[in-house]
């Protein structure tokens, strides 16, 4: 929705509505798979902290003497496994996509900087293999750990 101003500022001028909310931050747009690596890598950190959170409630309950995870408790039940899964899989994306940052921050992995000449070359052509990299290393970590999640 495009807001007009009026004489009174100057020259005419288009600006965009920029409150797009949760859709603008997930929406698909014009930028491909990386945005939706840095919606993942900050769904998966909301999920550790909140499973931080949780251990530390749960592992609380000690002080009053309940015990969840012994015996026939409610951690041992076919739920479990499956939230354990997840969090170790939080746990993988997270890491290895901060590592892939890491390496983009320090610029690594954006190749050497040139002059800017039509046609533009962007270091996308550097970093999307590096998430490509990083997406067969999560697979093959995720399928070892449902492997031992799923032989116990």
């Known amino acids: 929705m495009a807001i ?29 798979i990386e945005r939706y690596a840095y919606a993942l890598h900050r769904i998966t950190g909301l999920g550790i902290l ?12 000690r002080v009053k003497g309940i015990y969840l995870w012994v015996g026939k408790g409610i951690f041992h039940g076919p739920i479990a496994s499956v939230g354990e899964y997840l969090v170790f899989a939080a746990f993988a994306y997270h890491a290895a996509n901060g590592i892939r940052l890491v390496l983009v921050e320090l610029g690594l ?10 046609p533009y070359r ?7 293999p590096l998430l490509i990299l990083m997406m067969i290393l999560l697979l ?12 116990r």
Request: hydrophobic letters at 45%; charged letters at 15%.
């Open 4 to 32: 007009e101003l009026g004489e009174a500022e100057g020259a005419e001028m288009n600006r965009y509505d920029n409150r797009l909310g949760l859709w603008g931050w997930l929406g698909r747009g014009r930028w491909g």
């Open 122 to 128: 962007t270091s996308l052509n550097v970093q999307r």
């Open 140 to 151: 093959v970590l995720l399928i070892a750990g449902g492997h031992s999640a799923l032989t």
């Open 109 to 118: 992995a954006v190749g050497k900087p040139m002059e800017p000449v039509y």
């Open 50 to 61: 909140f499973y931080f959170l949780l251990h530390i409630f749960v592992a609380s309950l």
